[in-house]
Each structure stands twice: as structure tokens, then as C-alpha cells.
């Protein structure tokens, strides 16, 4: 920590290892449960627990990268490397990542992508843990059997896709706050709402002149991601 580096609050600290402590605790307790009492369960038993372990460990991984890139930035140490790439493809590759818990949810996700694809100007793992993080709460918080959409839209200045879902959950006043936030001031590095995934949307979108825009009303939570044409 350098001179001029505030210290971590301890309340941030609390959220941070409870962000990335909660998944091993479900990874260990169904292991567990299977090393213990496999020759107990049905076959459908040992393939659904399997089916948590494997959904927590990717929420732990992504968890963990959330992390890892909260630290590097209070250490300012995120430099993106910008290359040109196809939006439709990138997000296509995320979807088919999630694809095991989109059909247990029985998500309906309909692409709207228009005539053509979209290139964009990101950093490729940035703006894959962008999405992912998006994708994770689509599948934590939507209703199953709901439809899901992404629209991808293109005018002479942007490129844009947009990730619509029904909420199943009140959004806390801290979130939506913190959304707030978002659109009329820089966020403090110590400052973190209750899901730090879209404190690391906002940092990621900054570092590549990305237009983070989220809303959340009427039931209904909607992501864009606006990229500027170059």
C-alpha cells in the first residue's frame, strides 16, 4: 500500500471474503456429502449434486477474478490491451460457459442480433468477466422458465448489446443506490454495494471507455454495454 492509499475499512473487507468465501462452503458440504455417502444416493442424486458442485465452482472462479481485479486496481494495477474483436461471438462463447445452468433454469434466451456482427475495441478477458458477471446474475436471479434477451444494436457512433431479464428479487436500496451512482459520479475504490460484481462491471467498462448503463425497475433488469465506434 502506497502513502497516499487510504486503509481498507474493515466492513469491505468483511464482504470481500464473504464475496469469495460463501461458493467453497457449498463445494465442500456437497463433496463431502458424496465422499461420505455415495453408495446411498440414486444416480439422479450423485448427477444433481454433481451439477451444484460444478455451478459453484464456477461462481467461486468468477468470484475469485472479481476479487483479483478489485486488488489490482487499489494497487493500480489495471492495464487493458485493447484488440478488435466480434461482440456477438464473445457473448455467444459466455452463454454456451453458463449453458448447464441456463438449462437447468430453463431459461428461453433469444438473440436478437440484426443483419451483421458487431466489432468492438476491449480488452478480451476484461470484457469476458464483464459478461460472465452479467450471465451469473441473469442465472442467480431470473425466475426459471422466463425468457431472457440479448439485443445487439449498431448506430454510426456506437455498438451496443443489451441483456434484459425479469428480477426475481427487490433490489436492495443499496444497489440501486449504488446504479445510481454509477451514472453521475466516480465510485470510490473503497466503496462496494451488497453484489461487488457490478462494482468490477464499473471498473472494467471504465479502463476501456465502455458505457456501463444498468436499470432496475418495473421487475425488469436491464445491462448495456455501449462501445464507442472507432
Given at each position: 500500500?502506497?502513502?497516499?492509499q487510504?486503509?481498507?475499512?474493515?466492513?469491505?473487507?468483511?464482504?470481500l471474503?464473504?464475496?469469495?468465501r460463501?461458493?467453497?462452503?457449498g463445494?465442500?458440504?456437497?463433496?463431502?456429502?458424496l465422499?461420505?455417502h455415495?453408495?446411498?444416493?440414486?444416480?439422479?442424486?450423485v448427477?444433481n449434486?454433481?451439477?451444484?458442485?460444478?455451478q459453484?465452482?464456477?461462481?467461486?472462479l468468477?468470484?475469485?477474478?472479481?476479487?483479483?481485479?478489485?486488488?489490482?486496481?487499489?494497487?493500480n494495477?489495471?492495464?487493458?490491451?485493447?484488440?478488435?474483436?466480434?461482440?456477438?461471438?464473445?457473448?455467444?462463447?459466455?452463454?454456451?460457459?453458463?449453458n448447464?445452468?441456463?438449462?437447468?433454469?430453463?431459461?428461453?434466451i433469444?438473440?436478437?442480433?440484426g443483419s451483421?456482427?458487431l466489432?468492438?475495441?476491449?480488452?478480451?478477458?476484461?470484457?469476458?468477466?464483464?459478461?460472465?458477471?452479467?450471465?451469473?446474475?441473469i442465472?442467480?436471479?431470473t425466475t426459471?422458465?422466463?425468457?431472457?434477451?440479448?439485443q445487439?444494436?449498431?448506430?454510426?457512433?456506437?455498438?451496443?448489446?443489451?441483456?434484459?431479464?425479469?428480477?426475481?428479487e427487490?433490489?436492495?436500496?443499496?444497489?440501486?443506490?449504488?446504479?445510481?451512482n454509477?451514472?453521475?459520479?466516480?465510485?470510490?475504490i473503497?466503496?462496494?454495494p451488497?453484489?461487488?460484481?457490478?462494482?468490477?462491471?464499473?471498473?472494467?467498462c471504465?479502463?476501456?471507455?465502455?458505457?456501463?448503463?444498468?436499470?432496475a425497475?418495473n421487475?425488469t433488469f436491464?445491462?448495456?454495454?455501449?462501445?464507442?465506434?472507432?
Amino acid at each position: 500500500m502506497t502513502p497516499d492509499q487510504p486503509g481498507i475499512d474493515k466492513q469491505l473487507l468483511s464482504r470481500l471474503t464473504h464475496h469469495i468465501r460463501n461458493p467453497f462452503n457449498g463445494i465442500i458440504g456437497f463433496s463431502d456429502l458424496l465422499n461420505h455417502h455415495f453408495e446411498k444416493l440414486h444416480a439422479e442424486d450423485v448427477k444433481n449434486y454433481v451439477q451444484i458442485i460444478h455451478q459453484l465452482s464456477k461462481k467461486a472462479l468468477l468470484r475469485s477474478e472479481n476479487l483479483s481485479w478489485w486488488l489490482k486496481s487499489y494497487t493500480n494495477n489495471v492495464h487493458p490491451i485493447i484488440q478488435h474483436m466480434n461482440l456477438n461471438e464473445i457473448v455467444k462463447e459466455d452463454l454456451s460457459y453458463f449453458n448447464s445452468e441456463i438449462t437447468k433454469q430453463e431459461l428461453e434466451i433469444e438473440l436478437q442480433e440484426g443483419s451483421e456482427s458487431l466489432m468492438v475495441n476491449a480488452d478480451k478477458v476484461m470484457l469476458q468477466n464483464i459478461i460472465k458477471n452479467i450471465l451469473l446474475n441473469i442465472v442467480e436471479f431470473t425466475t426459471p422458465i422466463e425468457l431472457v434477451t440479448v439485443q445487439f444494436k449498431k448506430t454510426k457512433t456506437s455498438s451496443s448489446v443489451i441483456f434484459s431479464n425479469p428480477f426475481q428479487e427487490k433490489v436492495s436500496n443499496e444497489t440501486l443506490t449504488y446504479i445510481q451512482n454509477l451514472k453521475t459520479s466516480k465510485v470510490d475504490i473503497l466503496q462496494m454495494p451488497d453484489h461487488a460484481g457490478i462494482w468490477v462491471m464499473h471498473l472494467l467498462c471504465s479502463s476501456q471507455k465502455i458505457k456501463l448503463d444498468i436499470t432496475a425497475n418495473n421487475g425488469t433488469f436491464i445491462v448495456t454495454l455501449n462501445f464507442p465506434n472507432n
